[in-house]
């Protein structure tokens, strides 16, 4: 079996070099990750930088079935999921108490080393990418990784995806909900050109009536490198559509009289989405010292959403149609220079202009309406965002056990906005230069143990189309929302064949705000605090059996801020927080041809309002199991039995937006029950 390694998350166009991870390192790898050669030189890896890093291979991704390829992140210690289940619009994953209702959106998605969040921060281009594409996920958690600034507030999020090999995958699946699914992944590499081809198509009925999901994804890669591998230059596209109808969200009543129900009112909402991805490569070792790292990138987001809140006529917004039209484009560069032993400095540049527009429309909702009769216009808007970005950062090595990782970054936006219904323009607010100094330290006294700490400070800036992000008149001015986070932990072997990991980590923000770009909501938190401990533990026994658990025991808290009449919410737990977040996993392999495995993944219940007043709401208590038969050398049979125990669980949310005030109530989406996938795999 192959040792668990670390893959290069800093030069992902390097076809999955990668390099085992030191032994003093805080990292925690779950699964296996596929091992080709590194070559000397090349970028920073993430695990000698930073310091609560969590990978997840390639064997616990291939063979998952989910709707959803967020869903995968499930898996990782520590990870919330906010499981919306309408359409397109499924959901998120977010950690270190950043909850994933679409209001602050803390965590940095790429792919492949590439920024893949929309404007407003949420993770759609994730759908992009299906499990059997994925080679590896990692997770980097806290404020100390100076690589990235927007949206990089908690941490950051990389898929790295399969480049360079020679292989023939493919899975096809049938199961529950009709759903049925085919990926075919392909990958040729010969005489300097590496050739990665990937095609996924997915149907689903879905678990609730009028819940239809049709999706597919179409990727392509092309790697060229020199001779003495020195220059490797490469371009990369990806184009996905998805059609999906929307169930609706359920008052409390019609959860009870029917979970599975679609109410009348969402007969006609749907989602149409659509994403492009390109992007160019080129990493060139300039010297055996010197490694230099270039992305140019091209994302395009298009989405049509009708979608319905309500089923009272005096709803304030009961029908409405949002059509999203997102471009990004940016550049990184990275220079990485290896002095000596004891030194390396790395430093990077970043660019990305944004080219987005928003409108949407609404419908009175006494009128059956497929969504082509008269609305009313709440939006038309067009919105620029440029971000440029610079970071410094060095590892410091005075002696063998120690690594002292000192880090800066600096980030300016700038932007303008035009209505198109009045023809109002303004300015992006001015934040200057967000300054964000970093250090990190590991001390490894034994191979055996690793103890860290780091301190860091990270941003959260408006976003959206109009205010608050722009300076439309009457617009209050807003600082950036800083937040200063600080952790120590340590990492050790109990026993032989185990690792266990203890953190603990504090993240305190200034000026922070709740914002929905979608709806033009906005709500300001004032200074909160986040803190939390992590435990994670991972062990082998034998040959056969492999264990791990962790427990997040987290919390967010208000410190100091007012409602608009006055009354104070310090002290309040941030809305949609669980306050702890649980996995564990057992896999035996009885032999060459079976292995079973069991997974299990609880979250605490969680405030829906700011007045923490509602009561909690959304916990579970879920187990998932499956079974593969090998049949062959290059064929094998998975059966994966989700929610094991049928357990009813929903997400849950507070509407006191589209219901006339005295009526504001939770609203929930039902989480689907026990449900069985039966699915083929040829590996060629």
């Not at 994403?275 to 080129?282: E, F, G, I, N």
């Not at 067009?382 to 970054?409: C, K, M």
């Not at 032999?591 to 069991?598: I, P, Q, T």
């Amino acid at each position: 079996m192959k040792r668990p390694i670390l893959p290069m998350l800093l030069a992902p166009a390097l076809s999955l070099s990668s390099q085992y991870a030191l032994a003093d390192d805080p990292v925690m790898v779950i699964g296996e990750v596929r091992v080709s050669a590194q070559r000397p030189g090349g970028a920073l890896l993430s695990n000698s930088v930073m310091s609560s890093v969590d990978v997840l291979g390639a064997d616990k991704l291939e063979d998952k079935n989910v709707a959803n390829s967020w869903e995968l992140l499930g898996q990782l210690p520590g990870i919330q999921l906010t499981e919306t289940r309408m359409g397109a619009e499924s959901g998120k994953a977010s950690f270190r108490a950043f909850n994933g209702e679409g209001y602050i959106n803390g965590i940095k998605v790429l792919i492949d080393g590439i920024p893949s969040n929309v404007n407003s921060g949420n993770q759609r281009f994730i759908d992009m990418v299906f499990p059997l594409e994925v080679d590896y996920i990692e997770v980097v958690r806290g404020t100390n990784d100076p690589r990235y600034g927007l949206h990089n507030i908690g941490g950051n999020i990389n898929f790295g995806t399969r480049q360079g090999g020679n292989y023939l995958d493919g899975r096809v699946s049938v199961g529950s909900f009709a759903s049925r699914e085919a990926q075919l992944a392909l990958g040729r590499e010969s005489d300097g050109l590496a050739q990665n081809y990937f095609f996924a198509k997915q149907h689903s009925n879905g678990s609730r009536a009028h819940s239809d999901s049709e999706k597919y994804t179409l990727g392509a890669k092309w790697f060229l490198s020199s001779a003495d591998r020195a220059v490797r230059a490469g371009l990369v596209l990806r184009s996905y559509r998805h059609d999906a109808e929307e169930p609706g969200f359920l008052t409390a009543q019609e959860l009870a009289a029917n979970r599975r129900q679609s109410p009348a009112k969402n007969a006609n909402d749907l989602s149409e989405r659509d994403m492009r991805h390109a992007s160019a490569h080129l990493d060139w070792q300039l010297s055996p010292q010197a490694f230099w790292s270039n992305k140019l990138y091209y994302n395009r987001y298009l989405d049509d959403r009708r979608v319905t809140f309500t089923s009272n006529p005096g709803g304030t917004a009961p029908r409405q149609r949002r059509l999203w039209d997102e471009a990004q484009t940016g550049l990184l560069s990275t220079l990485t220079w290896r002095a000596h032993a004891g030194l390396v400095v790395e430093s990077g540049i970043s660019a990305e202009r944004q080219d987005n527009a928003y409108r949407r429309l609404r419908y009175g909702f006494a009128l059956p309406t497929d969504f082509t009769t008269q609305a009313t216009v709440q939006n038309d808007d067009s919105y620029t965002l440029d971000n440029t970005g610079a970071y410094v950062q060095a590892v410091i090595r005075p002696v063998e056990s120690l690594r002292i990782i000192p880090g800066f970054r600096l980030d300016r936006f700038s932007g303008d906005f035009l209505n198109h219904a009045n023809g109002l323009r303004a300015r992006l607010q001015d934040y200057g230069w967000i300054r964000q100094p970093k250090l990190s330290m590991v001390y490894g006294p034994s191979q055996d143990v690793s103890l860290y700490a780091n301190w860091g400070r990270t941003f959260q800036i408006l976003t959206g189309s109009g205010a608050p992000a722009y300076l439309v008149p009457g617009q209050a001015r807003f600082a950036p929302s800083i937040n200063t986070g600080r952790e120590v932990g340590i990492k050790f072997k109990p026993v032989p064949g185990a690792d266990l990991r203890l953190a603990a980590w504090q993240q305190d923000a200034t000026g922070e705000v709740a914002n929905m770009p979608a709806t033009g909501t906005t709500v300001g938190l004032g200074e909160t605090r986040r803190k939390g401990l992590d435990l994670q533990v991972s062990s082998r026994i034998g040959e056969r059996v492999d264990l791990s658990f962790s427990h997040s025991v987290q919390k967010a808290e208000v410190v100091s801020a007012f409602t608009a009449d006055g009354f104070s919410l310090a002290g309040k737990e941030v809305f949609h927080t669980p306050r702890h977040i649980t996995n564990v996993g057992a896999d035996y392999h009885h032999s060459e041809r079976w292995r079973f495995g069991l997974q299990g993944r609880a979250q605490g219940s969680y405030y829906i309002d700011n007045a923490n007043a509602l009561g909690k709401f959304g916990g579970f208590v879920l187990f998932d199991a499956s079974v593969r038969q090998q049949l062959s050398r290059t064929v094998s049979l998975d059966l994966q039995l989700k929610n094991l125990a049928d357990r009813r669980h929903a997400y849950a949310w507070y509407d006191n937006f589209f219901w006339p005030a005295s009526q504001a109530q939770p609203m929930f989406s039902a989480g689907a029950g026990r449900a069985a996938y039966l699915s083929l795999n040829v590996k060629l």
